[in-house]
């Protein structure tokens, strides 16, 4: 099994940033694919960002430019740097890891950009 913890989440105003923190621990392998997904009040949850195996790495277009997906390895997290948020980025975020045959979900973190 797999656990992830997210944490970052918070309330912020448009034009400002955010770090979403996602950190995985219990049986985990080496090859694997982690990012995140997002989920706005009323919306189906939509693909946000993903790395696959520290060799590429992908983002839903409305947030090319705006948001930064990293990883440490060696902490076995990985981080979305949120910046120039926009309303439309209020969402509930949560991390994913897919490995093998299995993805495991976080239990999400709130982003919410309000003035």
């Known amino acids: 099994q797999v656990q992830l913890v997210e944490s970052g989440g918070a309330l912020v105003q448009p034009g400002g940033s955010l770090r979403l923190s996602c950190a995985a621990s219990?049986?985990?392998?080496?090859?694997?694919?982690m990012g995140w997904y997002r989920q706005a009040p009323g919306k189906s949850r939509e693909w946000v960002a993903s790395?696959?195996?520290?060799?590429?790495?992908d983002y839903v277009d409305s947030v090319k430019g705006r948001f930064i997906l990293s990883r440490d390895n060696a902490e076995n997290t990985v981080y979305l740097q949120m910046n120039s948020l926009r309303p439309e980025d209020t969402a509930i975020y949560y991390c994913?890891?897919?490995?093998?045959?299995?993805?495991?979900w976080g239990q999400g973190t709130r982003v919410a950009v309000s003035t």
């Open positions: 219990g049986s985990l392998f080496s090859i694997y694919v």
């Open positions: 790395n696959w195996n520290g060799n590429h790495t």
């Open positions: 994913y890891r897919t490995q093998g045959d299995n993805t495991y």
